[in-house]
């Protein structure tokens, strides 16, 4: 089977995915190559929590996504690659060439004493060479990890750390709309702590001054010169590990989320062909950077997969103007845009004279992903983008997740804006209360778990499965505990509402707050500080933050600028405060807990429903905090 065309097909795959999960996925999973095939579809326990899919099989993803299509599609487009600069030249690269460049730098990386299973940071600008990096590291059984290009300094070594990494794969820079970002100073500054580091690979993109450390650093291009283009794929087991990519959570340091081999592969697969209802063809492109997992998932793996061309734009939606993503689109003839809402309310804001200009005829499926998409900016994105001819598929998914999870297909699924709509094949959703639970029927509200394993759960957090224990599948006994908030209307359609823990969607990326206040605290005049989001209308959440100052510094301008150049220098600018408030002390309990409901009321400027603050240590905090709110 191709893939779903009607609905009542949506139904029958649902109903066999729950009524016999093995046999449903094994039949897509007969889609691969495998070196070995598989002995046992599934084995799960949700209280350890150990979950294997296909254990026993042996494959290669990169086999996968290049080498079971040269035959085929040998010629045809595997990359689209669009520059920041729209007067440099875009690349069109085949799944001959990527191939060969993907097999040329796998050997660079095992002729600079790369093994298997070692971890390998890739922290890299939106180039051909980040995608190459990532799958040569798959090519040779090395486990990548990709920090974002917007990360600083101390969020990147926490990363290389925690990781334990020995190679770094980088660039002088990048370019990123008016901006130079520096890359590699950026590296240098992290790796004066980071003592597992062997390699340094530097790509040469913008072509800046940087320093080179003799015997660590070396050139990506001269590498490459040495090296052949032959390189047999690693045999991996379906458990091994693929790769780390980190994500913020409640506590100040992020999770090291693992994904492994073909669980991972055939999840990516089946949500990228049946919710975009992908044509054999068809130019795919998904605006998210490989930094995050709508990259890994949808920019890299799931297209590749399906043997798609996917597009990879090095640039920033504004510029030079904004109306440059509709002028990709007519470019390169995209069929499928993949953005986020955040995305989608700027450009809004800017204005219908950005869009007029282009045709916009190419498209025929439209999605969203990242955050709720609010109705307005829905129906923006329908009528003006999609010409109202368009399905746009509203896909909730996670990090831990590996793929969609709640989302239309294409056309199939009736959609309603501000709704995931219903669950994909293979998912079982549950809504729980606060003791866990399940809400039954329709029209509930509760959190929102997964009762079943789908094959791109999360598997461990690297490190410290406790964690992934305590964090996913310890709070509500016998399920997966996604920390979303979710309603299920009459109709059985599912609507996110929101997180309900302390990390925060800020223009589509996942920030724990408390990772922000270590960043405010390392200012040698902050004592204290307290993060919480407020809603903001472009960015979905604004960042709020109230702090401590053990001096009495008159010059609060100044101070509040020094904050945020501190964030921007230990996290990076995406985790830039939007408000500073200075208060003489924060609302505690007796036990010393910060009351973080009294700050959200106040940031979000809903004084009146503060509640009741006789439990704090002192309530005349408070009131000090009103009068002083940044509004
Ligand atoms: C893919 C991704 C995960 C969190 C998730 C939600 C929120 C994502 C939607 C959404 C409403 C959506 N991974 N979220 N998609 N909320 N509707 N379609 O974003 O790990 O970075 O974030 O994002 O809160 O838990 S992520």
């Avoid at 693992?258 to 055939?266: K, L, P, R, S």
């Amino acid at each position: 089977m191709e893939r779903i065309t009607t609905f009542e097909q949506y139904q029958q795959a649902y109903k066999n995915s729950v009524e016999n999960p093995e046999a449903f996925w094994a039949e897509q999973a007969e889609l691969f190559t495998w070196r070995r095939k598989w002995d046992k579809t599934l084995e799960w326990n949700f209280n350890e929590p150990d979950v294997k899919w296909f254990s026993g099989g042996k494959l290669n993803i990169t086999e996968n996504c290049l080498d079971r299509h040269l035959e085929k599609r040998g010629d045809q487009t595997a990359l689209i690659w669009e520059p920041n600069n729209p007067d440099e030249a875009a690349k069109k690269i085949s799944y001959k060439e990527l191939h060969s460049e993907v097999c040329r730098f796998a050997n660079v990386l095992k002729h600079n004493g790369a093994k298997k299973g070692d971890r390998i940071c890739i922290y890299m600008p939106m180039v051909p060479e980040l995608t190459i990096a990532v799958l040569a590291c798959a090519r040779i059984g090395a486990i990548h990890s990709v920090v974002f290009g917007g990360f600083s300094f101390k969020s990147l070594s926490d990363r290389i750390q925690d990781a334990d990494c020995n190679i770094v794969i980088t660039a002088d820079g990048g370019f990123r709309g008016a901006k130079d970002i520096p890359l590699k100073s950026v590296v240098d500054e992290a790796l004066e702590i980071c003592a597992s580091v062997k390699k340094v690979i530097v790509l040469k993109r913008t072509h800046t001054n940087v320093i080179m450390k003799k015997d660590r650093d070396i050139w990506w291009q001269e590498e490459m010169e040495k090296v052949s283009d032959v390189c047999p794929a690693e045999t991996m087991d379906s458990e091994d590990t693929l790769f780390i990519l980190y994500t913020s959570g409640s506590t100040g340091k992020p999770k090291g989320v693992v994904h492994t081999t073909a669980g991972y592969m055939v999840y990516t697969d089946y949500t990228f062909r049946n919710v975009f209802q992908y044509n054999s063809g068809d130019v795919f492109w998904c605006t998210a950077d490989v930094g995050w997992i709508t990259g890994h998932s949808y920019l890299i793996y799931g297209p590749l997969l399906a043997g798609a061309a996917t597009l990879m734009f090095e640039g920033i939606p504004t510029f030079p103007d904004a109306g440059r993503f509709w002028n990709v689109i007519d470019k390169h003839k995209v069929n499928i845009f993949y953005t986020a809402p955040t995305a989608i309310r700027s450009l809004q804001a800017m204005g219908l004279d950005f869009v007029k200009p282009y045709k916009l005829d190419s498209l025929r499926v439209l999605g969203s992903v990242g955050e709720p998409i609010n109705e307005e900016a829905w129906n923006w994105y329908n009528e003006n983008i999609g010409k109202k001819n368009c399905p746009i598929v509203d896909t909730y998914w996670q990090t831990e997740t590996g793929g969609m999870m709640i989302s239309a297909m294409a056309g199939i699924t009736k959609t309603k804006p501000g709704f995931a709509t219903l669950p994909l094949p293979g998912i079982q959703p549950a809504l729980v209360d606060e003791k866990g639970n399940e809400l039954h029927g329709n029209n509930i509200e509760g959190r929102l778990c997964f009762k079943f394993p789908w094959p791109g759960i999360i598997r461990t957090t690297y490190g410290s499965h406790e964690r992934c224990r305590e964090t996913y599948f310890n709070i509500y006994k016998g399920y997966y505990f996604t920390g979303d908030g979710c309603r299920r209307d009459e109709d059985g359609y599912y609507r996110i509402t929101g997180r309900v823990d302390d990390v925060i969607k800020v223009s589509g990326h996942l920030l724990g707050t408390a990772e922000i206040e270590n960043a405010i605290n390392e200012h040698p005049d902050i004592v204290e500080s307290a993060v919480v989001g407020f809603p903001h209308d472009i960015k979905g959440w604004g960042i709020y933050a109230f702090v401590i100052c053990d001096n009495e510094r008159k010059d609060v301008d100044n101070l509040k600028s020094e904050i945020i150049q501190t964030v921007t220098k230990y996290m990076g600018p995406i985790a830039k405060p939007d408000k500073i408030q200075i208060v003489k002390g924060l609302p505690k309990t007796r036990s010393g807990k910060i009351m973080r409901r009294i700050l959200r009321k106040i940031a979000e400027n809903d004084l009146a429903n503060i509640g009741d603050t006789s439990t704090l240590l002192d309530p005349s905090v408070v009131e000090e905090i009103k009068i002083g709110a940044v509004l």
